[in-house]
């Protein structure tokens, strides 16, 4: 083989090798581009499964808040009104006006008990609507005719008190905690 010839094929040996480097590097950066593309689209899929799961967690404290506060207006607002209940009780109990007057005051009073006593029963727990039952359940005795007891009444809005308190606060029942 001439010099010519020879040049030539190792020419195109040289470049054919360079070619199959070339080749290879391109390969290798294909595969390692492929694999970061995987790994920042699996970065991606479990940064918003995290945002997601973040986003549940806040929403599900805020409808806990929410709960909360419902149930504390109305626990509030039942024990105002049987407050209230117990005052015109009080005043039938120690005949200081006309009969006539303390049960229509008695009947409204007992109206506005129930309207919170219904709150109650939509929105809390099991042992605060027994005792809650259990303080309207006196309030209609009274107005039914039974008389009026205050230990009873104590005992029984007390009751009341510390089932409330119970699912507003677990743990913290009575008020001496």
């Keep these: 083989m001439d010099q010519p010839t020879a040049t030539f094929i190792a020419g195109i040996i040289s470049a054919l090798g360079s070619t199959a480097v070339g080749l290879g590097g391109l390969i290798f950066a294909m595969r390692n581009t492929s694999k970061t593309l995987a790994y920042q689209r699996d970065e991606t899929a ?9 986003r ?3 929403e599900h404290r805020e409808d806990q808040l929410r709960w909360h506060r419902e149930r504390r207006e109305a626990y509030g607002a039942f024990a105002v009104a049987a407050g209230k209940a ?6 039938r109990a120690r005949n ?3 009969a006539d007057v303390i049960g229509a005051n008695l009947g409204e009073l007992r109206n506005d008990l129930f309207d919170a006593f219904s709150m109650i029963q939509l929105i809390s727990a099991q042992p605060v609507r027994h005792h809650a039952s259990s303080v309207l ?4 005795e009274v107005i039914a005719g039974a008389a009026y007891g205050d230990e009873r009444w104590t005992e029984t809005i007390l009751g009341f008190r510390a089932a409330a308190r119970e699912d ?3 743990g913290n029942a009575s008020p001496e905690k």
């Design 46 to 54: 479990a940064a918003r499964e995290h945002e997601i799961r973040l």
């Design 56 to 58: 549940r967690d806040t």
């Design 86 to 91: 117990r005052q015109g009780m009080l005043i």
């Design 96 to 98: 200081t006006e006309p």
């Design 137 to 140: 359940t006196f309030v209609d």
């Design 168 to 170: 507003l606060v677990p």
